[in-house]
Structures are given as C-alpha cells and as structure tokens.
C-alpha cells in the first residue's frame, strides 16, 4: 500500500525566506512521488516528480525537491518565497504497477511580506 | 504541453436534477482518467478510474448508480451526478494521464463546482 502524510497543515515564511514543506511517504514498491500545488478555486499543477532517476528533482518557479529513501522523505523546497507561492501545496504518491494517486491532506503556505 | 479542461468551471441546480460535468485533454489522448472530489481545505478524494471504452472503477463507498462515469473517447470523460442533493455540492476534478504507466503524472483539470439547492 502506498500513502503520503504531510507533516503542518499551515506554514508561514516571510517573502524571501527559505520554504520548506515536508512529505514523508510509506510505499511497498518503489514509489514515484510528485508535488502538486493548487491556487484558490482552480485545479492542481503539477510542480515536479521524481520516477527514480535523480534523487534531486526540480521543478517549476524555482521549487526542488529531493528523494531520501534513508528517510522516506520527499520534502519540498524553495530558496526564497516569493508572494505568487502563496497557495495550498499536495504530495501525492503512486506505486510503480498502480493506477491510483495517493495525496497527503495539503500544506497551506502563507507568504507574508 | 497537457492541458486538461473542465467543462462547466461551475454549475447551480435545484435538488434532484442531473448534472453532467466535461473532462478533455486538449493535446494528448488519455486512457485513463480520474474524479476526484474535493471538500473544503481538504485533500481530493478519488471517485472512480475512466477507462476509455470500459466500465469505471469506484472507489469504496462512492455509488455508481449516482456518479455515472462515461469514458467515450481517448479524449473525453463525463461525470454526471444523477438526483443530486445539497449534500453533493462540492469540487470535482478530473485528470488524465497521458500513458499506462505509473511514471506518468496526472494532469488535473481546473474543477467544476457544483452547488445543490
């Protein structure tokens, strides 16, 4: 079985800080994991996915993420948080011969200037 | 690119009327398509697997007699929501992969609220 859980429903960074949103993942095969984020009212972009080739994966508007299976994890990151990132961000995992996405309950970032 | 539109972006009705809702992927064929249902600062919660030319897949607890899901083309799912209630309004979205395999990402339509009165 495969799930996501993304530890703080809300966090806060100050434009121009560090963004960090962490996803931890449980997989019985080995998992592809992605990143979505979702603006208000609208449906889900697609950030970045990692499909076992390199651990660090980057993404769109200047989001990474990298793939630590030591510690399951597949946090996201961002070097400096702009106000344009403010908005609801989902991990989602899928197993290798599955056909389902497996999402984690969502992380709010606020950006506050 | 891969583009997947929703059609309509939202709809009102009254209380036990019918409801259809457009999935398309614009530039690429979809075999396989998803719903998802998503409920106010909550995550999405998958309805059914389209799959084109075969019946859907539910997901446990979801009624199939009430969603219908109809996967006509490579590029086109409906969902209707048949006697709809008050307790059915909510966003529905829907996304298409563009192969078979898990590899690929699911590209998700913008949604469609649906509000029951």
């Known amino acids: 079985a495969q799930s996501v859980t993304q530890l703080g429903s809300h966090v806060s960074v100050s434009e121009g800080a560090l963004v960090l949103l962490r996803c931890n993942y449980s997989?019985?095969?080995?998992?592809?994991l992605f990143w979505y984020v979702q603006y208000p009212n609208q449906g889900l972009q697609l950030l970045l996915k990692y499909t076992s080739a390199a651990t660090l994966v980057k993404g769109i508007n200047g989001f990474e993420a990298e793939f630590k299976k030591s510690e399951t994890s597949f946090h996201l990151t961002k070097p400096s948080a702009h106000m344009s990132d403010a908005a609801e961000y989902f991990c989602a995992v899928n197993g290798m011969t599955g056909n389902q996405f497996y999402f984690g309950t969502g992380t709010s970032l606020t950006v506050i200037p | 690119g891969a583009v997947v539109s929703q059609h309509p972006s939202w709809v009102i009705c009254k209380s036990g009327t019918s409801v259809k809702i457009e999935c398309r992927s614009l530039?690429?064929?979809?075999?396989?398509m998803f719903w998802y249902r998503q409920f106010p600062k909550q995550s999405l919660m998958l309805m059914a697997t389209s799959n084109e030319g075969s019946k859907a897949t539910y997901e446990q607890g979801v009624e199939k007699d009430k969603f219908l899901i109809n996967h006509a083309s490579l590029t086109l799912s409906t969902l209707t929501v048949t006697s709809a209630h008050p307790e059915d309004s909510s966003f529905y979205i829907c996304?298409?992969?563009?192969?078979?395999?898990?590899?690929?990402?699911?590209?998700f339509g913008p949604g469609t609220r649906l509000l029951v009165l």
């Open positions: 997989s019985s095969v080995p998992p592809y």
């Open positions: 996304s298409a992969r563009k192969g078979t395999s898990g590899l690929e990402a699911q590209y």
């Open positions: 530039d690429f064929q979809a075999t396989t």
